[in-house]
């Protein structure tokens, strides 16, 4: 999805991605991490899984291309903050929570010492050719051994395209291979309507998590 189809969808309200309470996988499996990690979320939109986490202990960066969609998640949570400019992307700061986003182009935000990652909607929200250069630079903001937990979904692909993409378990392991396949379940009535009009029955959202 081009940046403008993002925006784009922000401006119609078309986000059927957006998981009003959070995500089941993460809820689930991020229980073994220690509170205290600074974790990074790529295109974390106004996901109700920035403050779960704030509330499990833990410094939460996340980072969103739209500014509905940033502007939304602390209106819609009544979180006070601040706005500064930080390089290219705007930083949007809780006043009294570990908690920000930064507003603009993953791809050039540049912060670093993240020692967890969460991602549940950028891999899949990226077309096949940008998602090594995706993987590679999110790995430039890691710190090694950092903790991973990352969301992929599997369907057939040849019925209909992404977004969200499928990606399966070669690729996903192709960028972190220290992940392990935690759990997966069908997710298809969640899904947009496309999904049943081009007759898929199963669409799997995988958790993986690192070892």
Not at 48 to 61: F, M, N, P, S, Y
Not at 112 to 118: D, E
Not at 127 to 143: F, N, V
């Amino acid at each position: 999805m081009s940046h403008s189809q993002w925006l784009e969808r922000w401006e119609q309200g078309q986000i059927g991605w957006h998981q009003p309470t959070g995500n089941s996988g993460l809820q689930t499996y991020w229980g073994a991490l220690k509170p205290g990690k600074k974790v990074l979320i790529p295109l974390c939109g106004k996901s109700a899984d920035l403050l779960w986490l704030v509330r499990q202990g833990h410094d939460v960066t996340g980072v969103e291309l739209s500014t509905i969609g940033t502007q939304a998640f602390f209106a819609e949570n009544q979180i006070d903050y601040s706005v500064k400019r930080a390089g290219a992307l705007d930083c949007y700061q809780a006043r009294e929570l570990p908690l920000r986003i930064y507003c603009g182009d993953y791809m050039v935000f540049d912060q670093r010492g993240f020692n967890a990652l969460y991602d549940r909607a950028a891999l899949i929200a990226l077309p096949p050719d940008t998602r090594p250069a995706y993987a590679a630079h999110t790995a430039t903001l890691l710190e090694a051994g950092a903790s991973l937990l990352v969301i992929a979904l599997e369907y057939d692909q040849s019925r209909t395209d992404g977004p969200p993409f499928s990606v399966g378990a070669t690729e996903v392991l192709k960028y972190w291979p220290d992940l392990e396949r935690m759990a997966e379940s069908n997710v298809i009535d969640s899904c947009s309507p496309r999904f049943a009009e081009a007759q898929i029955e199963s669409v799997s959202e995988v958790v993986w998590r690192s070892r």
